[in-house]
């Protein structure tokens, strides 16, 4: 086991479903986080959603963090899409914005920025896309971290631009053997038992590793891990990760900056 001392920041996206602002289910996901990633209008979120999930965030010592994706309500973000990447970056830089105009009015402060659904899973291979990500966020504030999956271009491209970023793992999703995410249209590309998403999530913090669909290990070095809001059984997920860690020895703390 890694020292003790070790820190791991637990991302969440939020803002996405009113109905969960409602029923209680993102205050409940707040209570095992350190980060929110918040829907800002492309693929969900409006300024009632914004304000709502940034005051829960506030209360309980979550980070705030812009969640753009694609403008593309009917498929959640997640279908891909042929964009020009000035029209991506104008995109990115409207919903940060739109995020940042919000957080301001709340006293709050968005600290760090992270696509969504499949803006994130093209950018990690498209270096364009990448690229556009940042134009984007820059033309807003370069003072943020972006977050991209560990290992991949879109980090990379990340720096390349001056930003601070944080390579990203995830506690309830599954793994291809060259350490992208399974595609969602497989039936096991989503975690839903807590106790296997936090054994995961401990493999990635204490032996830098993930067990991919085929059985294999890949290696993978996260700054933050993230349970997906809209998983089902979310809230109990995020519980039993962040009980494993924090058992484990592992601190939660939110990522550098802050």
């Known amino acids: 086991m890694r020292s003790p001392e070790l820190e791991i920041d637990l991302n969440c996206d939020m803002g996405e479903m009113p109905e969960a602002i409602a029923d209680g289910t993102q205050e409940a996901l707040m209570r095992s986080i350190t980060s929110a990633n918040i829907a800002c209008g492309g693929h969900a979120g409006d300024e009632q959603t ?4 940034i005051e829960q965030a506030r209360r309980y010592g979550v980070a705030v963090g812009a969640h753009p994706g694609y403008a593309d309500r009917e498929n959640f973000g997640r279908l891909e899409l ?22 301001e009015s709340c006293g709050a402060q968005v600290v760090h920025v ?18 556009a990500i940042a134009d984007g966020v820059a033309r807003w504030n370069r003072d ?6 560990a290992g991949s271009l879109m980090l990379e491209v990340f720096r390349e631009q001056g930003f601070a ?18 595609s969602r249209k497989f039936e096991d ?5 807590p106790e296997s998403a936090a054994r995961q999530a401990l493999g990635m913090v204490e032996r830098g590793v993930v067990r991919a669909s085929d059985g294999s290990d890949v290696a993978v070095a996260p700054q933050t891990i993230c349970i997906h809001g809209d998983t089902p059984g979310a809230p109990a997920i995020a519980a039993e990760v962040a009980r494993v ?14």
């Open 114 to 131: 992270k696509p969504h659904g499949a803006l994130y899973n093209q950018a990690v291979k498209n270096r364009e896309l990448a690229g």
């Open 189 to 193: 590309a989503l975690i839903r038992d």
């Open 144 to 149: 943020v971290v972006l977050v991209g999956l």
């Open 165 to 182: 970023v944080a390579a990203e793992a995830f506690a309830d999703r599954r793994y291809e053997p060259d350490g992208t995410l399974r």
């Open 82 to 103: 042929k964009m020009p990447v000035a029209d991506v970056a104008n995109s990115v830089y409207e919903q940060v914005w739109a995020l940042a105009q919000v957080a």
């Open 245 to 258: 860690l924090r058992e484990s020895g592992v601190i939660l703390a939110g990522l550098p900056g802050s």
């Open 50 to 53: 914004m304000r709502l999930t």
